[in-house]
């Protein structure tokens, strides 16, 4: 596609809930990263794929976040047991992962998840 | 491992005025300095960035940055703002060659008609 994409845009849930955030990066883009936007702090890493194979994880805050990318495009940031600190903008970018040459990602609009 | 600071949470300034937003960063080893800007309702978009050589980096919008590594300092300016540069802006670092971004916690930039 000609961005990156993310569905939903918004996601209400109710705390104890499952959901599933999807992420659709720019054809032939082999690197995938999901950020966490809180209110009023810059983007914080979460997970870095590079093609289906998550290459560094250590962003994941608990158990309870999970990502997967099961064909190297699309991917599904899975968070069980929600809970209200769990609210917040959640980014999807993608870069062509080449490591020397092209360090730029680009970013979607976001998925903004409320847990009520 | 790598930190951001941006110290002006808010940056009011007239239009046709020139701008500085501040950043510096902490890191043990050689990086890649960013700046993202995000307009209200839209995601991130890359303004500028350094890689290496030339100390003094121009990005869209006439906005330029200058990358100083004894102050460790990556300052972000624009000589002459409009109305449509109003948005969030945020300095981020990554070591050389890797790709795991760590953002500061971004400056707003009012322009004051």
């Known amino acids: 596609g000609a961005g990156v994409s993310q569905t939903p845009s918004n996601k209400v849930t109710e705390k104890g809930k499952y959901v599933e955030l999807r992420c659709d990066p720019i054809s032939g883009h082999t690197a995938l990263y999901w950020y966490r936007q809180s209110l009023g702090q810059g983007p914080e890493f979460l997970i870095y794929?590079?093609?289906?194979?998550?290459?560094?994880d250590s962003g994941l805050p608990n158990d309870r976040f999970f990502a997967v990318r099961p064909e190297g495009s699309v991917s599904t940031l899975k968070i069980q047991r929600t809970e209200r600190g769990d609210s917040a903008v959640y980014l999807c970018?993608?870069?062509?992962?080449?490591?020397?040459?092209?360090?730029?990602?680009?970013f979607g609009q976001g998925t903004r998840l409320t847990v009520v | 491992a790598q930190s951001v600071t941006q110290l002006d949470s808010q940056v009011p300034v007239f239009e046709e005025a020139p701008v500085e937003l501040r950043c510096n960063y902490s890191s043990s080893v050689s990086v890649y300095l960013f700046w993202y800007v995000q307009y209200p309702n839209q995601g991130l978009q890359l303004l500028l960035k350094y890689l290496s050589g030339s100390t003094l980096v121009k990005g869209i919008n006439g906005f330029e940055a200058e990358f100083n590594k004894s102050q460790t300092s990556f300052h972000l300016r624009k000589p002459s703002v409009h109305i449509s540069d109003t948005a969030e802006y945020f300095c981020a670092v990554t070591p050389s060659g890797y790709q795991k971004v760590t953002f500061g916690t971004g400056t707003k930039l009012q322009v004051i008609p």
């Open positions: 970018a993608s870069s062509s992962g080449d490591r020397a040459l092209n360090t730029e990602a680009f």
């Open positions: 794929f590079q093609g289906t194979g998550a290459a560094d």
